[in-house]
């Protein structure tokens, strides 16, 4: 697979005379392009050559750098900012990949291998420069030119913003992948959306959370290539009419209104193999963006509306959808990246002559959760009314060409729309999701013989409480295959929220556990660890995670345990440097650092870490225990409400509430703190969870899908207090019970206390640790004598608990008496420590990609 932009110059694209190439775009072979002219054959030597990279010395790099930041900035060294020096060295860098890429481009079009178009509404990259440095192996060069040339390295890093264009674990998880594919030499184009804005930028105000833009294209983006000449036209509204053609009726959408999709490309490399893959990120413009009569005639916000109502569409990541204009909004974008996704790549990367009954030889589109759903239905848009295939055929090859990764279990979170708005916004997506249902029930009735309740339940269209399109349902009936993220989350997914599907699709179901590439989570994020793992193992296990069972026996080595234990105070101190600078917060090297960074939202349970958090500190205040015999520890906390989510954004405030409270109380000692540094990202995750000693992976039992956040934390030698959700099941099994602080109900225990009735009230009138935490909260002791500050917590956690809060806290409180016994031992636990790194190879996303290559898409690497 390869990227339109860059088709080899094989003696096809060189006609013997000026007229060939248009004769050929005559004869329907090839169509003209309106802005690549006819190409004679070059004849300088120069023009012949392959592109090569500059020398990967000192000498050579620093000559490309002082060109770049010369004739790129146009600026002197002596005269640049920091900033110039960072975009001219992002810029020099990616000279040395570009050779890479072009020659990967040209490779994989010239084996024609089967590729992966991966579609993703995220991809949360994290800062691009270092990975580029090791995946090149041009580090120590680069240190050394620019320390040559006056500028420290760690400087410029520095300097770099993170793009936003992710929420959470979903993009992390894209970011993984494509990284893993590159690596392996498996082809694939990463599809998303470039936002202007991405994810909010965090800030606290008296405790609560506000949301500002993140403007993290304000002082350039050196890492991506627009292609305005690649732009693709995608439509809206309007309707579809029927006629006739040559005696076959066909359908024909008529929209009322279009934007332009212009790609940004991304390179990725793959780890100093000399692959590139593309990541292609679209950005919405107008079709007509100015009108200059309008503007003349005075009325310059008319002028230019059009250019923001389209742009409105890459704008921010998940608008805020409580009203019917959000909604809209999100439909929107979805529906524009996989459209111009889907034509880019069959118009542009296959070309006008490629055979598309052979489209699922070429690629599979992998659909990363229901964002990217509505591509079934443009797909079989395109084949049917643009390519004018037959239906039966068309449905074969997008039933072919498709694969679905499920990454929820909460039904709130498995996308519908309504049937009135893709009505008005898509017209003939409706009409072919109609009939692609229909013709599936007609299916289902055969089967099971005329049961209206199953049938109900498979429809893909929902009657109540409005008609709505269920898109989880059509990625299960249009994928070849479905996949969950873990082992038991594909158990519940194929027992619980798609059984029917199961029974009637067998085989269709599979398993492919997440993981996480270790050479940004492990080799990035924690240089000290690496150093340590490499001394004992050597080179290769970055692309061999597995090989870490090889320190196993070291786990019974004193004097490596030694080292271990120095690698996180280091990582400690250098968290503590990161967040005095950041945010003015401290961390002290000689607490035990018990973590909990994730996606704010209920069923993840932060509210169950801060009961434990009031309790310890009741504990002390109520003189139960003394100050100096708490083990001393700092939790800390990193995560984002979505803008419209209430209850979620109450829970921050109330953390943050707890914090203002313990950390100042001076009967607590010092020996309890709580921080949560606002606007918690990739960047920060990289200096957090190396310093980690506990792992906070607390969720309702079958209701968290897998977690990568637990394998970061494990693979950097994190003990892991969790439930039996998730990848913790995974992880536990691998690590032993013996490493793993297990509590809380199984997702058995779950669902049989739900049918018999949960009340959330006799859990608190039965514990007093329980009802004396919670009365702390609803007293005002956290919010200045507030009663009323977070009664809607309190109201919740009462009366509601949707995720048994109360429920599990007994047994976690119990879980956490055990953190402090066991980390009293510091020999056993840096044994403990090390077990978790050595065990847990198996959280590569590298093993994740063989598994997706070998059992889903069915890919190769070309080598």
């Known amino acids: 697979m390869h990227v339109p932009e860059q088709i080899p110059e094989t003696t096809d694209d060189f006609p013997a005379d000026d007229s060939s190439g248009e004769a050929l775009a005559q004869e329907g072979k090839r169509p003209p392009h309106p802005t690549r002219p006819v190409r004679r054959k070059p004849t300088h030597p120069f023009a012949l050559d392959p592109v090569g990279s500059p020398a990967s010395t000192v000498d050579g790099f620093v000559r490309e750098f002082l060109r770049e930041l010369n004739f790129g900035q146009g600026v002197l060294l002596r ?133 500002q833009p993140d403007s993290w294209l304000a002082l350039g983006s050196p890492w991506e290539f627009p292609h305005p000449e690649s732009a693709q036209i995608v439509s809206f509204g309007g309707h579809t009419e029927d006629y006739d053609d040559e005696g076959t009726t066909r359908t024909r959408w008529v929209p ?204 893909i269209i929902a009657e109540h409480p409005e008609r709505a399109v269920r898109m989880a349902h059509l990625a299960t009936v249009a994928g070849s295959k479905v996949n969950g993220v873990a082992e038991l989350h594909s158990q519940l997914l194929r027992d619980n929220v798609l059984p029917d599907f199961d029974e009637f699709f067998p085989g269709k179901f599979t398993n492919v556990t997440n993981g996480i590439t270790p050479r940004r989570f492990i080799r990035l994020a924690n240089p000290a660890l690496s150093e340590l793992i490499t001394d004992a193992l050597g080179d290769g296990w970055l692309t061999d995670l597995d090989r870490l069972r090889e320190l196993e026996p070291y786990a019974d080595d004193a004097a490596f345990r030694a080292r271990f234990r120095e690698v996180k105070t280091h990582n400690k101190r250098r968290l503590n440097r990161v967040l005095v600078e950041r945010d003015g917060l401290t961390v002290q090297d000689d607490h035990l650092l018990d973590v909990m960074v994730k996606r704010l939202h209920e069923y993840k349970r932060q509210t169950l870490k801060v009961l434990h958090i009031i309790t310890q500190y009741e504990r002390i205040i109520s003189g139960e225990v003394a100050a100096a015999d708490v083990t001393p520890r700092t939790f800390i906390f990193g995560a984002k409400a979505a803008p419209g989510y209430k209850i979620a954004k109450e829970i921050i405030h109330l953390i943050n509430g707890v914090g203002s409270v313990v950390n100042t109380d001076p009967r607590v000692e010092g020996r309890l703190k709580v921080l949560f540094p606002p606007n918690y990202n990739v960047t920060l995750a990289e200096k957090l969870i190396p310093a980690a000693d506990l792992s906070e992976q607390i969720s309702l039992a079958g209701k968290e899908a897998s977690g990568t956040g637990n394998m970061k934390f494990a693979l950097n030698g994190a003990l892991t207090i969790g439930t039996d959700d998730g990848a913790n099941i995974e992880i536990r099994q691998l690590v032993g019970d013996d490493n793993f602080f297990l509590f809380g109900l199984r997702e058995p225990e779950v669902e049989e206390l739900r049918t018999q009735g949960y009340e959330p009230s006799a859990y608190y009138e039965s514990d007093d640790r329980l009802k004396r935490a919670i009365e702390l909260i609803a007293r005002g002791e956290f919010s200045d004598g507030d009663r009323d500050a977070f009664a809607p917590v309190v109201g919740n956690l009462l009366y509601e608990d949707r995720f048994m809060t109360l429920a599990d806290y007994a047994a976690y409180i119990e879980a956490q008496d055990g953190v402090e016994v066991a980390y009293a031992d510091p020999e056993a636990w840096t044994k403990s420590a090390i077990l978790n790194i050595a065990r847990c190879g198996f959280f590569s996303s590298d093993r994740s990609m063989r598994e997706y290559s070998d059992r889903i898409w069915h890919t190769r690497p070309t080598f």
């Open 79 to 211: 005269l640049s900012s920091v900033n110039d020096q960072y975009l001219a060295l992002a810029r020099t860098v990616l000279h040395y990949l570009m050779a890479r890429w072009l020659e990967t481009l040209r490779f994989q079009f010239e084996t024609q291998a089967k590729g992966v178009a991966y579609l993703s509404a995220e991809y949360l990259l994290g800062r691009q420069l270092s990975n580029a440095l090791l995946a090149t192996d041009l580090t120590k060069t680069v240190e050394e030119g620019l320390a040559a040339c006056g500028i420290d390295l760690a400087t410029l890093r520095a300097q770099e913003v993170e793009p936003g264009l992710g929420n959470g674990g979903l993009g992390r998880l894209a970011a993984c992948f494509i990284d893993s594919l590159a690596t392996m030499s498996v082809p694939c184009v990463g599809y998303g959306i470039r936002y202007e804005y991405g994810i909010f930028r965090q800030t606290f105000v008296d405790g609560r959370q506000v949301e």
């Open 256 to 459: 009322s209104w279009s934007v332009k999709a212009v790609p940004y490309n991304y390179m990725v490399p793959g780890y100093r193999n000399g692959r590139v893959n593309t990541l292609r990120l679209w950005s919405s413009e107008a079709t007509d963006a100015f009108d200059l009569r309008i503007f003349n005639s005075g009325d310059y916000e008319e002028a230019v509306r059009s250019q923001t109502f389209a742009e409105n569409i890459s704008k921010v990541l998940y608008p805020e959808d409580s009203t019917p204009q959000g909604k809209e909004l999100r439909l929107q974008q979805q529906y524009f990246f996989v459209a111009a996704s889907i034509h880019d790549l069959i118009d542009s990367v296959l070309g006008p002559r490629f055979d598309l009954t052979t489209l699922p030889d070429r690629v599979i589109f992998q659909l990363n959760d229901t964002h990217p759903v509505i591509a079934v239905p443009e797909l079989m848009r395109v084949l049917v009314d643009e390519k004018k295939m037959d239906w039966d055929k068309a449905w074969a090859i997008t039933r072919e060409s498709f694969a679905y990764t499920c990454h929820t279990l909460l039904p709130e979170a498995l996308e519908v729309w309504s049937v009135d708005l893709l009505g008005r916004l898509l017209p003939r997506h409706l009409e072919i999701i109609f009939r692609i249902n229909e013709e599936f029930l007609i299916q289902v009735n055969e089967r099971f013989g005329g049961d209206q309740l199953r049938i109900s339940r498979m429809s």
